[in-house]
């Protein structure tokens, strides 16, 4: 059974078998907003993502949240080519084309490079950096032609957005690194504190990190030779 949420007030429910619930609706009204006759091609996932150049898992996640998914019903797979095209329109929009002859001063990543190399740690984060740049929370510094892998941004404004994409993901927690940097102490000595009971360690994506509060209420009771020798310059 396939059943239609529409958002026509006047979809009509056909009653022949109450068990078997189906709706018709005008497809011309204007808040169906459906493409021209034969709703266009649709492309099967991976061809979806040969044909935008984004990863398949970061398609998904925007058909989901509704940032793609404009004129096919979200429960039906695939993806319609209008659909695809809006959305890089929409990408190439937010970014102007650079002149021919501009020199870049910096380092640069290109939004491909972005998706498919940069470890977000979840593909909600990685859809969620397109949903920022479309909203120009995070600005291109333009691009180099007519296709997704042609816009740019500079390194170092990806690298805080990742990292505080990690920051959501790990729950406030900490790697066995990070927890020694905050205690002025080598990582080494975070698995035998773990051992002690000292620090507590929680399991996220399948990663054994310890527990920012566990490092905060060590670091109120104690203190590190290192630091301790750094603080009294001696």
Known sequence: TEIYTLSLHDAL????????????????????ALPPEGRGECLEKRAAGAYTGLPVSVLAQLKADGTLCQHLYR????????????LTQRLLQRSSRLPDAYCMDGRYI???????????YDNGNKAGFVVAYLAEEIRSVGRTGESIADILFREEDVAVRVKASRAHV?????????AGQALACDSTIISEL?????????????????????VDAFAARYVSFAQL?????T
């Open 13 to 32: 429910p056909i009653c022949a078998d109450p068990t078997q619930p189906y709706y018709v609706a005008d497809a011309t009204a204007p808040d169906l």
């Open 75 to 86: 429960h039906r797979t695939g993806f319609l080519k209008s659909d695809l095209d809006r």
């Open 110 to 120: 290109s939004l491909t490079d972005v998706l498919r190399k940069c470890r977000f």
């Open 170 to 178: 790990h729950r406030d927690s900490l790697s066995q690194q990070e």
């Open 194 to 214: 773990v051992r002690r009971g000292n620090l507590k360690e929680t399991m996220v994506h399948n990663m054994l990190r310890v527990t920012a509060r566990s």
């Open 229 to 233: 020798s750094s603080e009294l310059n």
